[in-house]
């Protein structure tokens, strides 16, 4: 068996005008996808046993630097709807100007690496403000910095508001399935025009 593997780098635009991206991918016999999920079998070393492992993601993380990678992927392993994550992290990260970050923790010191357990910050280049959404891998959680209004509740049914926490980040929406991926991806389309 031979696998090429290419990761080129652009905004949707870029790409879908490259002649030589659209000569690599009529090469390609099969789809062409970014992260592939699959089922991760894990053997116990004590008994020599299998059990399910969660999600083994092939590939790179939309948006994720090389240091964050392995974080965010373990992080993925038991999220149910990782396919769909993958994607709202693709859309997001395609948009002009967004960068995914880790988190400095309080105990961070020049030199040290950023930390991706846990969450990811996508932030607007050029805002002023920490990010137009935190993205949680593990449960696909969706944080935004928005106010929860009717409009909201329109928009993106399966949004609830948040009563605690930073007051500018007030809507939360879980991706579980196709449905709620779209309402995710609306909502941090509003919250990345608003930054």
């Known amino acids: 068996m031979k696998?090429?593997?290419?990761?080129?780098?652009?905004?949707?635009?870029?790409?879908?005008?490259?002649?030589?991206?659209?000569?690599?991918?009529?090469?390609?016999?099969?789809?062409v996808d970014i992260a592939r999920p699959?089922?991760?079998?894990?053997?116990?070393?004590?008994?020599?046993?299998?059990?399910?492992?969660?999600?083994?993601?092939?590939g790179d993380v939309p948006g994720v630097a090389e240091e964050g990678q392995s974080a965010v992927k373990a992080q993925l392993a038991f999220n149910p709807a990782v396919q769909q994550f993958l994607d709202f992290m693709a859309e997001a990260t395609s948009w002009e100007g967004v960068g995914v970050h880790g988190i400095k923790r309080k105990t961070w010191q020049e030199g040290d690496p950023l930390d991706y357990t846990g969450y990811l910050r996508l932030r607007r280049s050029g805002s002023q403000y920490g990010g137009f959404v935190y993205a949680f891998p593990s449960t696909g959680l969706i944080n935004s910095r928005l106010q929860y209004s009717d409009e909201i509740g329109r928009l993106a049914p399966n949004a609830y508001p948040l009563t605690k926490g930073n007051y500018q980040y007030r809507v939360n929406i879980q991706i579980h399935d196709e449905s709620t991926l779209k309402q995710a991806l609306a909502l941090a389309e509003l919250a990345y025009s608003a930054t």
Do not use: A
């Not at 990761?7 to 002649?19: A, H, I, K, M, R």
């Not at 699959?38 to 092939?58: A, I, Q």
């Open 3 to 31: 696998l090429v593997y290419v990761c080129v780098e652009g905004t949707p635009q870029e790409l879908d005008s490259s002649e030589v991206i659209r000569q690599l991918v009529q090469r390609q016999p099969g789809p």
């Open 38 to 58: 699959g089922p991760r079998v894990v053997v116990d070393p004590v008994s020599d046993e299998e059990f399910d492992g969660g999600w083994l993601v092939e």
